[in-house]
């Protein structure tokens, strides 16, 4: 007589592969949600940068670019925003937010007028506090400037700033609001290139918030 009869069942290789899959399942799994969590946090950090447009620097499409690494700042109750060059120091005098190159041979300010005919009287307020004399005028020009073609009235001047030869750029923009952008800069005409470059584009570089 034979023996007892054998319990049936999958064979071992069988089993063996079928743990081998689920292994590789349970694998791909892991790196696809690694992979999604990733993506998600390099979007976060995008939505953060656009939270706050007057703290985020510019981007350069040269080495040579004067104005890389400058950071917008906001001229108060307005939706415009003025490039300050990257090492330009930063402060308040008067009604006047501020900044000046590191070598001290330029100069950028800004603040509000109520309405254009006040911008002639600005302009004078602004060479009391910041010490600029014996100002040859300029015609007046009307611009467009910076990436949102502001509308704004510029009126150049040749004057003695800090008892130096400079030259000075006052502008008045129009940004469809109650307050008027007023924006002013001098720079020596003994400062180096960049410096000179710099002072300009805090002008035309200027953009809504």
């Known amino acids: 007589m034979g023996g007892p009869p054998k319990k049936g069942g999958p064979p071992l290789a069988l089993m063996v592969g079928a743990g081998v899959g689920c292994l590789v399942f349970v ?50 109750s307005t939706t415009v925003e003025v490039p ?57 020009k009307s611009l467009k400037i910076g990436p949102d073609k502001l509308p704004a009235l510029i009126v150049d001047y040749e ?13 008045l923009v129009n940004a469809g609001r109650r307050a008027f952008p007023f924006v002013i800069y001098a720079v020596h005409k003994s400062a180096d290139a960049r410096t000179l470059k710099q002072a300009k584009q805090t002008i035309l570089s200027m953009r809504k918030r």
């Open 27 to 76: 694998i791909i799994i892991v790196v696809i949600a690694v992979a999604l969590r990733t993506t998600g946090d390099s979007d976060d950090d995008d939505a953060d940068d656009s939270r706050s447009p007057s703290t985020k620097p510019t981007r350069s499409s040269s080495g040579d670019d004067v104005m890389k690494g400058a950071v917008y700042k906001r001229v108060p």
């Open 84 to 140: 300050v060059p990257a090492g330009w120091v930063v402060a308040k005098r008067s009604l006047y937010s501020f900044a000046f190159s590191p070598d001290k041979k330029a100069m950028l300010a800004f603040t509000t007028v109520s309405s254009r005919g006040e911008f002639a009287g600005r302009t004078q307020h602004a060479w009391r506090v910041f010490k600029m004399r014996n100002c040859t005028k300029a015609p007046k």
């Open 159 to 171: 004057c003695q700033f800090n008892g130096v030869p400079s030259h000075v750029s006052t502008v």
